[in-house]
Every structure is written in structure tokens, then in C-alpha cells.
């Protein structure tokens, strides 16, 4: 995308950037809309003929050099979509990300029965095998990310929907709930739930995460996921757009400590075979780690 800014604001066509770089329009055009990596080589070319010098040259060749690197999941690539590859890459990345979901845990917080669970809902179910393979996958993301020495900043947002409907069972459920409260107690995990109380709000329309990255060369993104594919926002007016979305739900959503108290209150009004999850002093339990 900068590569094809840069040629529109140099008024140069795309046959006349591939005669300069001595290829065919159409790797040109692959190279721009992100089908096909460029070469180290043709993009210096390419930004030779753009007048791109200094600081930005060298940001902008360091960026086509690190594109190049295979990340780990490329060694299972078969077992995810190419559009999550993507978004895997960007996710380790980040400095900080910031995410409101309506319907479901966000997959880094996810506990392996609840993700299993999740993936098990596709109306076309993959082989066990292959599920199996994902499922470790989101379990590598996690260590990768969250286990990390300087894990991101996360800042997350979820509907009352989210942990209120059981998913993989009343046990299931309870495990994951927990988790929550887990992270949510450390210094790089914030959670907030947007109750029902809250009523209508801005983001009806779905979720989405906002991605901020620590080089002033990657531009800050909104990814957004839908059924079989996503797209990623990066033009300021819409990521700015995103970003007021964003803490309008902040703003709307219980605060920390209130929000670990409604969760509390889910797991004790969970049900598991027949019987209610046992009552007692919820929070003092938490804040003696008796839960985990």
C-alpha cells in the first residue's frame, strides 16, 4: 500500500514503474495489492524512482527485508486460512491491542475446551486432525504473545453476551470464566464487560481490533473478522474513526473491578449437572487464588 502511494504521489503509472524496475505491470500490480512479495532489490529500485531518501528510505527497506521472514506458523500454514496468517504475524507485533468482541472470548484469552469448542461450531466441521492443528496453533499464539517477556498491552471489551452463553458446557464455561478473572489481574490484561444494562450502543455492527505497532514505519490498523475472510483498516480517518468507537465502549462498559465481579457472579450462577456452582465468599476466594 505505501509502495502504490508513493507512485500515485509521484504521478507515475504502473507500466512506467515496471519499466524502470525492469518487470511486467502485472508484478507491479501483485507487489501492491500484497499478493506477491517484493524483492529487497526492486523495491530500492522502486524508490529510487519515487525519490524516497533517509530516514523513510531505510524504514521502507527494512520493512521489505522483515517481510521476507517466515514466522513459525508458516510451518503449519496448511492448517489456517491464509487472511489468519496474516493477522498472526501483525498480532506479534503489536504494542498494544485493543479489542471488543460481542459474541465470543477473544482467542488469545481463550482456555483450550473453549476454543475447541468454538471451532466445533462450524456448520462444516474439518477433520479431527486438522482441528487438532489449530487448536494448537491458537494455544502457540497465546505462549508467543501473552507469555512473552514484554507482552502487549490488551485492552479488552466484551458484550455481557460473551460470558454469560456456555460454550463447550456449564464446566467449560466456569474454566474460561476464570481465566478472565486471571488476566484480568495482571498488569497487561484489561477487561471490561459492556452489561446489558448498557442498552443500545455504537458497535452493534460487530467486533473488531485495534492494533498499534512500536515503528513509526507500520501504520496503526483495524482488523476486522468476519465469516470466511477479514480486512484490514489503515487509512487515519477510519482507524481514528475506531479508535473514538472504542472508548465511546470503554466509557459505556463496567470498570475493572466491577467487571470481575459480574464474571464472578456468572461462574456462581453457572449450572453443572443439575446442582448451582457452590456460593461462598466469590471474591475473597479470588483474591486468594483459590479458584485457579
Given at each position: ?19 524502470h ?13 500484497a ?10 529500485m ?21 517481510a ?11 492448517a489456517?486460512?491464509?487472511?489468519v ?8 507485533e ?8 460481542s ?7 481463550q ?10 461450531s462450524?456448520?462444516v ?21 501473552l507469555e ?20 463447550g ?15 484480568s489481574e ?7 464487560v ?8 455504537p ?16 501504520p496503526?490498523t ?18 481514528d ?18 467487571t470481575?465481579?459480574?464474571?464472578a457472579?456468572?461462574?456462581?450462577d453457572?449450572?453443572?449437572?443439575g ?17 485457579e
Amino acid at each position: 500500500m505505501e509502495l502504490q502511494r508513493l507512485r500515485k504521489e509521484a504521478g507515475l503509472t504502473r507500466d512506467q514503474a515496471a519499466e524502470h524496475a525492469g518487470c511486467s505491470p502485472v508484478t507491479i500490480t501483485r507487489i501492491e495489492s500484497a499478493t506477491s512479495a517484493a524483492t529487497v532489490a526492486l523495491v530500492a529500485m522502486m524508490l529510487d524512482l519515487y525519490g524516497v531518501a533517509g530516514d523513510r528510505r531505510e524504514a521502507l527497506m527494512q520493512l521489505a527485508r522483515d517481510a521476507r521472514k517466515r514466522g513459525w506458523w508458516h510451518k503449519v500454514s496448511e492448517a489456517i486460512p491464509e487472511w489468519v496468517q496474516s493477522y498472526v504475524g501483525l498480532e506479534e507485533e503489536a504494542a498494544t491491542l485493543q479489542e471488543y468482541q460481542s459474541e465470543f472470548v477473544p482467542g488469545l484469552l481463550q482456555t483450550e475446551d473453549y476454543a475447541r469448542a468454538v471451532m466445533r461450531s462450524a456448520p462444516v466441521l474439518p477433520p479431527d486432525e486438522e482441528l487438532e492443528r489449530r487448536l494448537s496453533i491458537r494455544m502457540q499464539r497465546q505462549e508467543r504473545v501473552l507469555e512473552r517477556p514484554d507482552p502487549p498491552m490488551m485492552w479488552c471489551i466484551l458484550n455481557e453476551a460473551v460470558i454469560r452463553r456456555p460454550v463447550g458446557g456449564a464446566q467449560s464455561m466456569r474454566d474460561q470464566l476464570r481465566r478472565l478473572i486471571k488476566l484480568s489481574e495482571t498488569n497487561y490484561v484489561t477487561i471490561q464487560v459492556l452489561p446489558f444494562a448498557a442498552g443500545v450502543h455504537p458497535a452493534m455492527d460487530g467486533g473488531f481490533t485495534l492494533l498499534n505497532f512500536p515503528k513509526l514505519s507500520d501504520p496503526d490498523t483495524v482488523y476486522i473478522e468476519y465469516w470466511q475472510g477479514s480486512v484490514y483498516l489503515e487509512d487515519s480517518r477510519e482507524v481514528d474513526a475506531y479508535v473514538l468507537l472504542f472508548n465511546h465502549l470503554r466509557a459505556r462498559a463496567l470498570g475493572p473491578d466491577q467487571t470481575r465481579n459480574l464474571i464472578a457472579q456468572a461462574i456462581r450462577d453457572m449450572q453443572a449437572d443439575g446442582e448451582a456452582y457452590p456460593d461462598g465468599s466469590f471474591p475473597r476466594d479470588l483474591a486468594q487464588g483459590e479458584l485457579e
